[in-house]
């Protein structure tokens, strides 16, 4: 069955430092997310990107994140100045385009990212 | 502003022993209601969605039902290996936004 890869599971980073969260969606999906979930909070939207560039973004999605479809099969999401409330993790996920609430977003596993 | 909220926070339930989730919600249109799955350190996999009220949905031994104002997702003689975190989205009419309720933890045991 496809699925959505991220890497890495786990990273560790200094407050201050940049971070680029990777992640392969599905070959044939057009719509990337990335979502975030603080530990025992609920998960929160970023970002939806399609036909490369963002079609929505919450206000969570402020001039610190960026993402990014370097080439045909990543997708990216970098964090230029880490914060120690940025620690979350982060899940990438894909849909199909005409299909996608039949279907729902497939998740990755996600990134753990924690800001020390 | 698109709300979820759930109940229970969490349910402790015996092999066998049927019950239902709740899942409340506020949004201006509904393109769709979620149900995901969530294990602990994975992310969210997708169990169904929801359009209108009235609508029902069944795979194995869950059930996810549909009203104006809330959904239920209903388990039937439930098993440890259901035992995972309950998600509840909805998504607005012309947004690709989901917004997630806190969930429900399941604990089934044997």
């Given at each position: 069955e496809p699925e959505v890869t991220q890497t890495p599971s786990h990273q560790v980073t200094q407050m201050g430092q940049e971070v680029i969260l990777r992640c392969v969606p599905i070959?044939?999906?057009?719509y990337f997310y990335w979502y975030r979930q603080i530990l025992g909070q609920k998960v929160e939207f970023l970002v939806s990107f399609y036909n490369n560039e963002i079609s929505e973004k919450s206000e969570?999605?402020?001039?610190q994140f960026s993402v990014e479809r370097p080439d045909g099969s990543n997708f990216t999401l970098k964090i230029r100045s880490t914060k120690l409330e940025d620690s979350a993790m982060y899940f990438c996920a894909s849909s199909e385009y005409v299909r996608d609430s039949h279907y729902g977003y497939t998740f990755g596993s996600g990134t753990r990212l924690t800001v020390v | 502003e698109d709300q979820v909220t759930q109940s229970p926070e969490a349910l402790r339930l015996q092999e066998g022993e049927s019950s239902s989730l709740n899942c409340s919600y506020t949004v201006s249109g509904l393109r769709g209601l979620f149900w995901y799955r969530q294990d602990p350190g994975k992310g969210p996999e997708f169990l169904f969605t929801l359009y209108s009220a009235g609508e029902e949905k069944e795979k194995e031994r869950l059930k996810a039902t549909l009203t104006k104002k809330e959904s239920f997702l209903h388990i039937t003689a439930?098993?440890?290996?259901?035992?995972a975190t309950y998600l509840c989205a909805v998504q607005n009419t012309g947004r690709r936004a989901l917004t997630f309720g806190s969930g429900t933890r399941l604990q089934v045991q044997p």
């Amino acid at each position: 069955e496809p699925e959505v890869t991220q890497t890495p599971s786990h990273q560790v980073t200094q407050m201050g430092q940049e971070v680029i969260l990777r992640c392969v969606p599905i070959s044939n999906h057009l719509y990337f997310y990335w979502y975030r979930q603080i530990l025992g909070q609920k998960v929160e939207f970023l970002v939806s990107f399609y036909n490369n560039e963002i079609s929505e973004k919450s206000e969570i999605f402020d001039d610190q994140f960026s993402v990014e479809r370097p080439d045909g099969s990543n997708f990216t999401l970098k964090i230029r100045s880490t914060k120690l409330e940025d620690s979350a993790m982060y899940f990438c996920a894909s849909s199909e385009y005409v299909r996608d609430s039949h279907y729902g977003y497939t998740f990755g596993s996600g990134t753990r990212l924690t800001v020390v | 502003e698109d709300q979820v909220t759930q109940s229970p926070e969490a349910l402790r339930l015996q092999e066998g022993e049927s019950s239902s989730l709740n899942c409340s919600y506020t949004v201006s249109g509904l393109r769709g209601l979620f149900w995901y799955r969530q294990d602990p350190g994975k992310g969210p996999e997708f169990l169904f969605t929801l359009y209108s009220a009235g609508e029902e949905k069944e795979k194995e031994r869950l059930k996810a039902t549909l009203t104006k104002k809330e959904s239920f997702l209903h388990i039937t003689a439930p098993k440890p290996e259901d035992s995972a975190t309950y998600l509840c989205a909805v998504q607005n009419t012309g947004r690709r936004a989901l917004t997630f309720g806190s969930g429900t933890r399941l604990q089934v045991q044997p």
